[in-house]
């Protein structure tokens, strides 16, 4: 017994925004769907806080595959997902779903918030429903939970839709294709019992009962025509998609188009040490390369972020994350298997760069496309691009004066690049010297270095007296810099959070002393020097003696004790008064 299609319908409607708010409407239904895909993985693995970490597989896959499962309610013929990115309304996408969960909160989100000082609310609005950069384990802060304030904030979300905040609709679309027969306990009259029996096979019991609260169920419920004895079937769907092909075109108005920024080179490197704004930067140049940069926002990150995940949407942006492991075949094109009638097929499957490639050649409006390389140095340039690196040049491009075409190893196809597609790369000089990089890669590349900017910091007061964040951050870098070398300094986006000296204090003790650590290989004593422990009195050292290794008492008198290094520890003492605090880290510059 499930929802007939004409209830479906009925409900669906009821889910349109009331003006055809396609942006607004687009963010509330992707807010949502992360929402409920998190809590189904929550119920699914019986926990509250998901570890979204790019190491562990069944939570981030489980989180893609509920996302997917909620937004496409089917595919066509020819294997194009039925998405639904604003609810009330179905489209053909453009971007396969995962992608559009990877670029805008698997990767863009989630990794702020594993670097940032405490949590940070997703989504950003109309209002979060939860939060991400929780502590799963020491030097993991991926973790992902509800909002303490989610239920307050549930009803932003349907906003401007026709069912206000009755969530009947809501909880019809989420029960689409449900099988009532299947609930256990389905003898229950009342249809509100039903309806939270079928939310909990899906969803934790607080969300179940929640959607039913806010529920008005309609007096229809029994009459006939409301279920129906088999689900929805896709060719349905698809009447969807054409009685709403005119509301689509309002819902994919872009945001205000500008000139192409014509300066901006076709094959870039952003480098520098992390945390200097390289994300920022390429989410800049992306504007400028489409046509979307406008001077006004320079003060507006938010819009830049939106402009940029909106491109990316509409597959004007791709993004790939390189790694040691990674191949030409996954960046051009390789041999790949499926089943196909219970035998295995192989076939010829593109990669990444020849994707956007293909959708740059097709455009008939010549649009430009933007391929974002992150950690471009991490992998092998030669063989990732083989025979295409010398293709990328600006010269021998598609319709250029010295235009060269390949054949294809695979396919046997002639291949060259348009000239319509911007390369960005971006490369942590933390982990590999520019110095390093592959030649070939390095001739064909222009470099745009990006350093730490303290002057972006602020003060932060402490009764009469204050820490110039500025200073620290200079000073820090500047000792780095002569122990180790300038592609070692702290970043400042570590500290563009900073207002209070609580913050302060996590971001020293979470982010820079770990980041010392590391730098330095366990050289206790050059961490301490970093951080001025050599030249101040010892109740304000960052970095002390732990006193619980006495040597002589452990291993008794011997000749070998003096060739054994004391063991250091973070001062315990640190983050328990926040007068000492005070003087502790302004002590470091002062």
């Keep these: 017994m499930y929802f007939s299609f004409d209830v479906f319908r009925y409900n669906f409607e009821k889910l349109r925004t009331v003006n055809g708010d396609g942006k607004k409407g687009g963010e509330q239904t992707s807010g949502l769907a992360v929402f409920f895909a998190v809590d189904m993985v929550q119920r699914q693995f019986a926990t509250p806080r998901l570890d979204l970490n790019p190491d562990n597989r069944p939570h981030r896959e489980g989180v893609t595959s509920k996302f997917i499962e909620l937004l496409c309610v089917g595919t066509t013929v020819d294997n194009m997902e039925l998405q639904v990115n604003n609810l009330g309304q179905v489209n053909i996408g453009v971007k396969k779903l995962a992608n559009r969960l990877s670029s805008n909160f698997l990767t863009t989100r989630l990794k702020a918030g594993s670097t940032a000082t405490g949590t940070i609310g997703y989504p950003g609005r109309p209002a979060p429903l939860l939060t991400v950069g929780h502590e799963v384990a020491p030097g993991n802060e991926w973790g992902t939970e509800k909002s303490e304030d989610w239920q307050s904030n549930f009803m932003l979300f349907l906003s401007g839709r026709n069912c206000e905040e009755d969530t009947f609709p809501l909880v019809v679309y989420l029960l689409r294709n449900f099988n009532f027969e299947n609930v256990v306990g389905t003898g229950a009259v009342e249809p509100n019992e039903k309806l939270v029996s079928a939310l909990r096979t899906r969803f934790t019991d607080e969300v179940a009962e929640y959607l039913i609260e806010n529920s008005t169920i309609p007096d229809e419920w029994d009459s006939a025509g409301f279920f129906s004895d088999i689900p929805i079937n896709v060719s349905q769907y698809e009447e969807l998609v054409n009685v709403h092909d005119e509301d689509e075109k309002v819902m994919t108005i872009p945001f205000e188009e500008t000139e192409v920024d014509e300066t901006v080179t076709k094959n870039l490197i952003l480098y520098g040490p992390p ?63 499926r089943v196909m009638d219970g035998n295995i097929e192989y076939y010829i499957k593109n990669g990444i760069f020849k994707k956007v490639c293909n959708k740059a050649f097709d455009d008939e409006q010549g649009k430009n496309y933007v391929l974002i390389i992150d950690e471009i140095n991490r992998a092998n340039i030669s063989k990732v691009f083989g025979e295409l ?94 122990l180790l070398d300038r592609n070692h300094t702290i970043g400042h986006a570590l500290f563009m959070h900073v207002s209070t000296l609580g913050d302060l204090i996590s971001v020293i003790k979470g982010k820079i002393i770990s980041t010392l650590q590391e730098y330095f290989y366990g050289q206790w004593d050059k961490v301490g020097i970093v951080l001025g422990d050599h030249r101040k009195s010892p109740e304000l050292r960052l970095i002390v003696e732990d006193e619980s290794f006495d040597i002589e008492e452990l291993l008794g008198k011997n000749d070998y004790n003096d060739q054994l290094e004391q063991v250091y520890i973070v001062n315990p003492l640190f983050g328990t008064d926040d007068q000492q605090d005070f003087a502790i880290i302004k002590s470091i510059y002062s």
């Design 275 to 337: 945390g200097t704004g390289k994300t920022y930067r390429t989410a800049e140049i992306t504007l400028r390369a489409c046509g979307f940069w406008r001077d006004e926002l320079v003060e507006d990150r938010r819009e830049v972020m939106d402009i940029f995940r909106y491109l990316q949407e509409n597959g004007r942006v791709e993004f790939v994350t390189f790694h040691q492991s990674f191949s030409y075949e996954e960046f051009v094109e390789g041999m790949s298997a």
């Design 389 to 482: 690196i010398t293709l990328i040049e600006y010269d021998k491009r598609a319709g250029e004066e010295n235009e060269v075409e390949v054949t294809l190893p695979y396919s046997q196809e002639l291949f060259s690049v348009p000239n319509n597609v911007y390369i960005i790369g971006t490369m942590n000089t933390a982990d590999r010297s520019i110095a390093l990089m592959d030649m070939a890669l390095r001739r064909r590349f222009e470099f745009e270095e990006l350093m730490p900017q303290p002057e972006l910091l602020r003060r932060i007061t402490f009764g009469e007296d204050e820490i110039d964040l500025r200073i620290l951050l200079e000073t820090i870098n500047k000792r780095i810099t002569l």
